[in-house]
């Protein structure tokens, strides 16, 4: 772990994949943290990145977004939940790592404020775990549909190992519900 005196900073499997945890400071009448500050999070992380676009998402439980990737203005992303909580996947599609093929999970929730920083190069997607979730990002490029691709939830190559309850469909949208096979997506 290493990290500022504002940010710890947590290795995960996927060693450029980053779990971030913000101070909170609390007391009776609730609580406070500076959940991103540019000096903070470069000293923290060694990353020095122009953040272009926020994004913030509403979902029910047991919605399964992703995995998407854009192969052109590919976007590393800032993820953390405000609201409720959700099981958070990133897949390295990057051909050249030592962990290509491989995948990190976690939950990130409104109490536990922990965030998810996911580098390029890397597919990503989340399940909503409690009744409703909202979800804010800060990416490093620009949305661009004209890229985008989305790599199966399911596919038993990558065997992401999702907190689905036994009998329970994840509740997904077309285009991620036709997400390509591993051997099929076109990776980094």
Known sequence: MTGSRKIQIT?????DVLVLEPKVFGDERGWFTESFNAEDFAQATGLNLDFVQDNHSFSRQWT???LHYQLEKTQGKLVRVVAGSVFDVAVDIREDSPTYGKW???ELSAENHKQLWIPAGLAHGFLVLSETAEFLYKTTDYYH????ACLAWNDPQIAIEWPLPQGVSPNMNAKDSAGLAWEAAPKF
């Open 145 to 148: 549909p004209q890229s985008e």
């Open 64 to 66: 399964l977004r992703g």
């Open 104 to 106: 990190v999970g976690l």
């Open 11 to 15: 290795s995960t499997a996927i060693h």
